[in-house]
């Protein structure tokens, strides 16, 4: 390999995760330089043969680039985030073309501020848990089966709710879910993505439902993203002004 190729990791349509080598990519002039770009969308003619998940760039198109990006550092950290979080799941090829309709709505809605941080984020990580197979069961009360009730706890281990009434004196470890939480968690994980992306939270609920959506990530991939470590003083304000905005009215 030479100084001027680069080797990109790239989510696609139809084999998940994979790894493309572009000759001459890192040169300004060369034809590959802007469709390998970070966070662009490109249409790639790649060949095999490069070893396991390494194929070969021969032709591409850029399709998008999200400029506006680049604006705030926050977007740009939960972008990392969340290419970070799909590159160390396990992306099974046929959920391939969902993930990356999921990723690529989020960063639309992020770029066009059409969604806050902390809702994209929510949004990406209980969705992305539910692709890859870890669909949390949230229709009602995983005991009672009672689905309408003022609060339910999310158990963000097994993933299920359950009723004030079926609550144990051991399930210390339960997170408190306000029905709009409760709500945008049955968006996430059962909606098609066109609706999902509809719903909108803000204040308390938001914060409730960024705390449960992150502790199930991280209950069910690893325990620690450098990205989300960059990320999380980033986010504290938006919390505070999301408090704020709560008690104002
Ligand atoms: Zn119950």
Request: proline share 3%.
């Amino acid at each position: 390999m030479k100084e001027s190729d680069k080797v990109i990791t790239v989510l696609t349509r139809e084999l998940g995760v994979i790894s493309i080598y572009a000759k001459g990519a890192m040169r300004l002039k060369n034809k590959f330089h802007s469709s390998t770009g970070v966070f662009t969308y490109s249409e790639f003619v790649i060949f095999e043969g490069r070893g396991d998940r390494m194929y070969q760039l021969n032709e591409a198109v850029v399709k998008k680039v999200f400029y506006t990006l680049s604006e705030s550092v926050e977007n740009i950290a939960l972008a990392m985030y969340m290419s970070e979080l799909i590159y160390e799941s396990v992306v099974p090829d046929e959920a391939s073309n969902d993930i990356l309709r999921l990723y690529l709505n989020c960063l639309h809605m992020l770029c066009e501020g059409k969604w806050s941080l902390l809702m994209t984020k929510a949004a990406f990580e209980m969705r992305l848990m539910s692709d890859i197979g870890f669909r949390p069961s949230i229709a009602g009360c995983k005991r009672c089966n009672e689905y309408e009730k003022d609060i339910f706890f999310f158990d963000a281990q097994e993933g299920y709710l359950v009723c004030p009434d079926c609550i144990k004196t051991y399930d210390t470890a339960y997170m408190a879910s306000d029905p709009p939480v409760t709500l945008a968690l049955r968006y996430f994980a059962l909606a098609d993505l066109e609706q999902m992306f509809t719903f909108k939270l803000k204040g308390y609920s938001l914060i409730q439902l960024s705390h449960i959506c992150e502790r199930y990530v991280l209950n069910h991939t690893k325990d620690s993203y450098k990205t989300l470590d960059f990320l999380k003083p980033l986010i504290e304000p938006l919390i505070e002004a999301e408090i704020n905005s709560a008690k104002g009215n």
